[in-house]
């Protein structure tokens, strides 16, 4: 795992060793930094075709909105396990870091590493917050049993093999420890008699063929209680949530209005680089799908929502309970 910005974790070292490190610091950092561009987004350097989506200021700017709305979801809590005084959690995945940051704030006993393909992360942060760089999907340097939270937010489309990496997770976490995985679908659903037409059936079967030719799932939200399940995990417990897209409830009207917000740009990220890369459509194409979506979303006679999950489990202690 590399530091995201390695001059934070600067260590005495004997002089006549010092330029060595230093020199391969260096070089890592760099290459972390010689982003891809396409078709004037930008994306990551390191295992860039592990994940799907950009990570420039736009698709910066929709993380903090996804926080947001995470935040209003939950009432303010920022896990749902019932962790208690946790002195060491893993942040999959964690993007700006903006959600290590504030659970670094909320427990200052607590280490805190949030992971990511990308240094775009601040530099000033809580004492025990830290970032690394690395691909999750690789083989990890964690010592075992080392957290006691390892917390996975929209990862959908990201991991090639649940399973394998879930048995990661199992192995870092302490007994007793609970992993905790939130996801949300990337097509709308509906209570009423909405009808979305030919554009849904195109928006669901584009997205299994995603599926298909990636070989990731975007389905998590529905798979995950499952997939702990098969890890070995205990106490699972899932908790569901609607984000609403149009038609939108008075009660639910502030979250409404962040996540339409939200999705008429997270459609392009969600779906721009697989359509031309993956799938090789022509731009243009792409586009024209891409903004038929975003007109559906805007339909305010459409009573649309995401279907969003939380689930979480633990690993059990070692005690007569696995007698």
């Not at 990636?214 to 209680?225: C, D, H, K, L, V």
Request: charged share 20%; with cysteine; net charge negative.
């Amino acid at each position: 795992m590399i530091p995201a910005h390695p001059e934070q974790y600067a260590t005495d070292v004997d002089s006549a060793y010092a330029e060595s490190p230093e020199d391969a610091t260096e070089s890592l950092s760099l290459s972390m930094l010689d982003y891809r561009f396409e078709h004037g987004r930008r994306y990551h350097a390191c295992h860039d075709s592990a994940y799907w989506g950009p990570n420039d200021e736009q698709a910066q700017s929709l993380q903090a909105l996804a926080h947001r709305m995470y935040c209003i979801t939950f009432d303010e809590r920022l896990f749902l396990a019932p962790v208690v005084n946790p002195q060491a959690i893993l942040d999959i995945g964690t993007g700006t870091g903006i959600w290590a940051i504030d659970v670094a704030d909320e427990f200052p006993a607590a280490r805190v590493t949030g992971l990511d393909l990308s240094p775009i992360q601040p530099t000033f942060v809580p004492p025990a917050c830290t970032f690394e760089i690395d691909d999750v999907t690789l083989p990890w340097t964690y010592d075992s049993e080392q957290f006691d939270l390892i917390y996975v937010r929209e990862m959908f489309g990201s991991i090639p093999d649940w399973d394998a990496f879930l048995q990661q997770c199992w192995a870092s976490l302490r007994p007793g420890g609970y992993i905790e995985v939130v996801e949300h679908s990337v097509t709308p659903t509906w209570d009423d008699d909405t009808s979305l037409g030919s554009i849904y059936a195109s928006w669901e079967q584009t997205i299994a063929q995603v599926e298909q030719v990636s070989g990731r799932s975007f389905s998590i939200w529905r798979e995950s209680a499952q997939l702990l399940e098969g890890s070995s995990f205990q106490d699972i417990t899932t908790r569901s949530y609607k984000w609403p897209i149009s038609g939108i409830d008075p009660r639910l009207r502030e979250l409404g209005r962040l996540n339409q917000l939200r999705l008429l740009q997270a459609v392009e990220d969600i779906f721009l680089r697989y359509l031309t890369s993956t799938m090789a459509w022509p731009y243009d194409a792409a586009q024209a799908f891409i903004e038929r979506i975003r007109s559906t979303i805007r339909d305010e006679q459409r009573h649309l929502y995401q279907p969003v999950t939380v689930v979480y489990g633990r690993k059990p202690c070692l005690n007569s309970e696995n007698l």
